[in-house]
């Protein structure tokens, strides 16, 4: 996957793909299959479309389950490097902080953009909102929180930046698809 991860030309720099419980896509069912049949036939013209395959599938699995975004360079849409430099700095914050807010209008002036500007490009560029990319990555922080620890979710709700835990539950269910209880119980 690292190769995957270096194609992309981001600053990540590991490529880590974060499991939903739940999920299910008749597109990576039928490339799964596909490939699964190719494998058990087992001759040379099969060989070189399993490959293929196989490379369809780790994209799908990349598109779906990493924190990897595409970047859209429509009309509006902010420049790569602001992009990356805006995205490591509320990285940068999301690590650095256990709680409280982000301050975007000081990330929006270090990309040297209003905070609107920043807002409607960023959002045009990778298909959410700032704030909306903030929580997501809070949510992958609580995931990985409930995965390695048992700390009660009412601390890994504020431990990953939430202000209570009934904000946490919400946000939760509506990035993960289901409670962060059931979650936890599903691991």
């Keep these: 996957m690292r190769n995957a991860a270096e194609q992309f030309d981001t600053s990540y720099k590991e490529l880590v793909l974060t499991p939903q419980i739940g999920f299910q896509s008749k597109h990576i069912r039928h490339i799964a299959m596909s490939l699964l049949s190719e494998l058990i036939e087992a001759n040379a013209a099969g060989r070189f ?77 990778m298909g959410m909102s700032p704030t909306g990319y903030i929580a997501e990555r809070r949510i992958e922080h609580a995931k990985r929180l409930m995965q390695e620890t048992d700390i009660p979710i009412a601390e890994i709700a504020l431990r990953s930046g939430f202000a209570s835990q009934s904000h946490f539950t919400t946000s939760f269910r509506r990035f993960a698809g289901v409670s962060p209880r059931s979650f936890r119980s599903g691991i």
């Design 49 to 125: 479309y399993a490959d293929s395959l196989a490379i369809g599938l780790a994209m799908q699995l990349i598109r779906r389950f990493s924190s990897l975004r595409d970047i859209h360079m429509g009309l509006g849409g902010m420049a790569p490097h602001r992009l990356r430099k805006a995205i490591g700095l509320i990285d940068e914050h999301l690590a650095a902080e256990e709680e409280g807010r982000i301050a975007l209008r000081s990330i929006a002036k270090e990309v040297r953009m209003s905070y609107f500007h920043f807002s409607r490009s960023f959002k045009q560029s």
